[in-house]
């Protein structure tokens, strides 16, 4: 039982990780910064800001209800 446990809390601690790793180059790519300082906040930058959050958030939003159906298949399925 603590094994599946183990196993699926590193699941989905690998799974945030390469999500926000995939999403900041994504991100990078398009405006041109992969610094942490901001960017320069101007008009274009807010448009697409609200055009490229809704994606990112879907993102998050289906890496969840993976981690969570991993979670349901890991406590109801029998080996």
């Not at 603590?2 to 601690?13: A, D, K, S, W």
């Not at 490229?52 to 993976?66: A, E, Q, R, V, Y």
């Amino acid at each position: 039982m603590i094994n599946r446990l183990i196993n699926f809390y590193l699941f989905v601690v690998l799974q945030l990780f390469i999500s926000f790793v995939v999403i900041t180059i994504g991100f990078g790519i398009i405006t041109g910064s992969f610094g942490l300082g901001l960017l320069e906040i101007n008009k274009e930058n807010m448009e697409f800001l609200k055009l490229i959050t809704p994606t990112i958030l879907n993102i998050l939003k289906t890496l969840s209800f993976i981690s969570f159906a991993v979670f349901i298949i890991t406590f109801f399925l029998e080996k």
